[in-house]
Structures are given as structure tokens and as C-alpha cells.
């Protein structure tokens, strides 16, 4: 479906994975559009005014309209954040970090806005899932990203072992995210469960000063496991047999 005439244009703009430098991450052109646009609809206004103001913007924030679109969001309240757009103002979509939409509650804005006949354009940022990927050494071409597992113990252990099977007989990595406190859990139960010779991939602090990315098998990883708490991290699995190999 193609714009309809006098509508304005859903922005999606990424926002950094952190607290540094966002000239590190986002190109200036990024940073131009934020500055320009006065209505915004986010994950988290509070998170979103500190993103704005950490990307200079121009004016105060107080200007700014910020309408929230997170979990809890009721799917009979998506239309009436499309309002500014179909008066015909650009509309900037904000995550809580990284690319919005992917991994985040954005995506029901973003099919409204398509079904309304409203322009969606997508901006260049950073996003943890294809960078930890990128560096992990794992099956780039073949990945399923999962998002959160199940908090019960019985359950992680039961949708680890699932995506072990599922690596081995699709050969693909199997990419998956956990709250930064339950990091050291998520661990702990990767290190119990999943077989000695099964690649594991931990990307955390993606972009920070205090960035580390390492690939071991899980054997390796139990002799020593490096401190997560708090930490933001991506974890990528990849069973033995359907990993590259180095010849």
C-alpha cells in the first residue's frame, strides 16, 4: 500500500545499546531527523527524553510529545497513536535501545501505521541481536532470534535443550536474550544443560568501552565463567555438528 497524501512519515529511530558516545552509532543524519521532529511514540517516555537529550536535541524537552507504546499497551489503543501522523506531522518511533520494533512492542505501531496507508522508514542503527551474531563465528546464514526464555527453572532447561535439538537438526544459530539481573541464571542453566561440545557465543556491552564477545563450547565455558550480573547480553548457541568448520 503507498502513502496516502498529507499523511506524515513513521520514523523508525534507532537508539544506542547504552550510556556512550551515540556519534559512535548513529549516523549524523540520525541524529538530524531526531532533532527535527516533535512528536514521538516510545517504548519509555523517561528513557526516550534522556535519549533525546543525549542526542543534543534543539529544543525543550517539555516541546516534545511522547506517546507510550510498550507490553502493557492495549492493541485498541494502536490506532489512536497513528493521530499526529494522519494530521500529517512525522512521528519518530523510539525503543528502549538499539532498533525499534525488532525485539520490542514498536512492531504493532508499525503494521498499523502500513495498514493505514502511512510511510515507515527505517534508519541505520545498531542492533545487539545482528552484531552479537556478527561477531560471534556461528552460522550467519541460517539464525532464529527467540527473545526471551521461560524465568522457571524447568522451563529454561526444557527451551535450552529444545534449541539444541533445533540447532543440530536445522544447523542454525539459535539466537536468545534474558533480563541483564537474570544473566548469571541463564548461565548457570546453560552450563547444566547443554551438551560439552556445543558452541556458545556471549556478546555483552555491545558498543560500551566495556564490550567483551567470546565463542567457546559450553566445556570450555564451565572451567571459566565470565561475570554477567546486570551486564546487557545476547547469548547465540550452536550445536557442534552444524558449526563452520575451520579446515
Not at 548513529?26 to 531527523?33: D, Y
Not at 545498531?126 to 561477531?135: G, R, T, V
Not at 556471549?202 to 565463567?225: F, G, H
Amino acid at each position: 500500500m503507498s502513502a496516502k497524501s498529507g499523511t506524515g512519515t513513521l520514523y523508525l529511530l534507532p537508539a544506542g545499546l547504552g550510556s556512550g558516545a551515540l556519534g559512535n552509532v548513529l549516523a549524523g543524519s540520525v541524529l538530524s531527523l531526531a532533532g527535527r521532529l516533535t512528536h514521538f511514540v516510545a517504548e519509555n517516555p523517561k528513557s526516550a527524553r534522556a535519549f533525546l537529550k543525549h542526542a543534543g536535541y534543539p529544543r525543550p524537552l517539555a516541546e516534545a510529545s511522547i506517546a507510550t507504546l510498550d507490553k502493557n499497551t492495549p492493541e485498541a489503543a494502536i490506532p489512536g497513536l497513528l493521530g499526529p501522523l494522519q494530521r500529517g506531522m512525522d512521528v519518530g518511533l523510539l525503543s528502549e535501545a538499539g532498533c525499534p520494533a525488532v525485539a520490542d512492542p514498536g512492531a504493532l505501531l508499525v503494521l498499523a501505521a502500513h495498514r493505514a496507508g502511512i510511510a515507515v522508514v527505517p534508519l541505520v542503527g545498531p542492533s545487539s541481536i545482528l552484531l552479537a551474531l556478527m561477531a560471534s563465528g556461528l552460522n550467519g546464514q541460517r539464525f532464529s532470534f527467540h527473545g526471551y526464555l521461560p524465568v522457571a527453572d524447568a522451563g529454561r532447561a526444557k527451551a535450552l535443550q529444545a534449541l539444541e535439538r533445533r540447532s543440530l537438526r536445522e544447523g542454525a544459530t539459535q539466537i536468545f536474550i534474558e533480563t541483564p539481573y537474570r544473566n548469571e541464571v541463564m548461565l548457570r542453566a546453560l552450563l547444566d544443560h547443554c551438551a560439552d561440545k556445543t558452541w556458545l557465543c556471549i556478546a555483552t556491552d555491545l558498543t560500551l568501552p566495556t564490550e567483551q564477545v567470546a565463542t567457546r563450547r559450553i566445556a570450555e565455558w564451565r572451567r571459566k565463567p565470565p561475570a554477567l550480573d546486570r551486564r546487557p547480553s545476547v547469548f547465540l548457541l550452536l550445536a557442534d555438528a552444524a558449526a563452520p568448520r575451520i579446515t
